[in-house]
């Protein structure tokens, strides 16, 4: 991985940006909705980092550029069509979750045959589960702690704006990228949910372990908590001298575990990924998060 072409880039993208230009990696062009949105924000970025973005009209020239990645930050509606797009003009993909968003109108089968088509393409695809970070971190905290596996917590409020059971397409892909880093399980099974307009409760069991979710949107206040057998962490935050410093915090241990910038930390691993790239690997990843997430979304 070189060079870049980015597809909807608002304000996560310009995060990936940041963090791909600090890793030399060059980002070349950019294609937001709009050709007069796309550049202003070329013009600000390239203020900002010192680059030489251009901004493409259409996509048949954004796609004339010589770049050999393509990162989709656009909205989550779109996320099929632009990876398709990027795949028929041979390039690697970054995409975010949802990597195909759920609606009541397309089945879950049809939906899963979307994704597998993906994967005949030979181009790479990278799917950023950013809170896999969470998982592995939790994991150290508790590494002397032999877990039962009986039952797993998870709250999850953000401040977007989705509604109904768009929160949970929105919100479960991140629920198993730690459940799935957490426990490994054969089945998901006995599902029961209620949605209101702003909030989701899912209870279900993975094999023999109770799982009982909160998921929330447009809230104030932000929160992830989440643990094994009683054993929650929550992620705190803290501002010291203009930087924010995050960490996991265990009540029961008394006892935190500093975090790095968890999207920082997603861009290296996608560059180690793309230097040694398994795509059998990735392939059963990303169909058995979007399966768990179809299984939950479509109960």
Known sequence: MKNLGIIGLGRLGEFYLRDFVNLKINPIILKNSTYKTSLKKAQDLNKKYNLKVKAARTFKRFFKDKFDTVLICSLSIFHYNHIKKTLDNNRDVIIEKPIISLNRKVSKKRNLKKLNDLFNYNNKIYYNLINEYYAKKYLKLFKNKKFSLKKFDFFYHTTGHHVYDQIIDDLVPHLFSILDNLIKYKSIHSIKKKINKNNCKIKFYVDNCFCSIELKQNCKKKLLKFGLDGYLVERKMIEKKNKVFTYLFSNKLNKKIDIKNPLTESVKE??????????????????KNFKNCCEIFYA
């Open 270 to 287: 996608i560059l180690k990924k793309s230097r040694v790239y398994n795509k059998k690997l990735e392939k059963q990843k990303i169909i």
